[in-house]
């Protein structure tokens, strides 16, 4: 039977709008004849010139947040608090076999910029591809940011889960969940339109806050998911283990057999 690895990620690239400009990430690229004189220098009498073709090594010097990227997001990053008051877990104390599970995709790719999905929504996503939610399923939404990626509008594109529809989710045993959008709410720029309405707080960051009441993480900035199944794959994301830190990198893959 064959296996197909489908890659899940983004690149992580300086110089394009994958976040907002006090959050974006700098990479420093040393090339191999830049590194020569440091090579030599650890190699009391060496000159650049015995190096083989007077190169040194690759080396990339990086600047970046832990949200920088495709990464996973811990309960700690949405309230100090999750499940009803225990303390947030961090991303080193994500049980890793919440990371290594059966997926399943929901296309929202139709539903307009800044639109909060609901639980109905969601539910009916699901009956429309015949799944069940099972404990520890990984749900990838696919929405209009995905192809929006790097380019100017992104931080603005793509649908949000809201927390009703979150709730849905993780109180039938999903514990990651994961979003093509730069956030697992709806556009900040959309919020922002609602808020000066309603004044209601509430709707700020209310997806990510539903942690409160059961804990999960989510992953952002996922990519292709448009490649997909709806169902029938594993997702893998395991995150880059950083000591008490609220997220951490990971190179999501979907593994598809058959």
């Not at 919440?98 to 296309?107: I, N, Q, R, S, Y």
């Not at 009916?124 to 799944?131: K, P, S």
């Not at 940011?145 to 949000?160: E, I, M, N, T, W």
């Not at 283990?241 to 593994?255: N, P």
Request: with cysteine.
């Amino acid at each position: 039977m064959a296996r197909r690895i489908i890659d899940i990620s983004v690149s992580l690239k300086a110089g394009i709008a994958s976040d907002p400009p006090m959050m974006l990430p700098k990479i420093d690229y040393v090339t191999h004849r830049q590194s020569a004189a440091q090579v030599a220098a650890m190699f009391p009498g060496l000159r650049e010139d015995q190096l083989p073709d007077g190169e040194g090594w690759a080396v990339e010097n990086i600047s970046l947040s832990t949200h920088n990227g495709t990464h996973l997001d811990a309960p700690y990053h949405f309230h100090s608090t999750m499940s009803g008051g225990e303390r947030a877990i961090t991303i080193d104390e994500v049980p890793l076999d919440w990371c290594f599970a059966p997926g399943v995709k929901l296309d929202f790719r139709a539903m307009p910029d800044g639109h909060v999905c609901t639980a109905a929504e969601v539910e009916a996503e699901l009956r429309r591809i015949g799944h069940v939610l099972q404990p520890f399923d990984i749900v990838l939404v696919n929405t209009a940011a995905g192809k929006a990626y790097g380019q100017p509008d992104y931080l603005d594109r793509g649908c949000g889960i809201g927390r009703e529809a979150t709730l849905y989710l993780t109180s039938r045993g999903v514990r990651i969940a994961g979003t093509d959008a730069w956030s697992w709410d709806a556009p900040f720029s959309a919020t922002r339109e609602r808020f000066a309405r309603d004044s209601d707080a509430s709707i700020i960051w209310e997806g990510h806050k539903a942690s409160r009441e059961i804990g999960y993480c989510h992953i952002e900035k996922l990519s292709n998911l448009e490649s997909l199944p709806d169902r029938g794959f594993i997702v893998s994301c395991f995150p880059v283990k950083i000591a008490g830190a609220s997220a951490g990198w990971t190179r999501a893959v979907a593994i598809v057999d058959g």
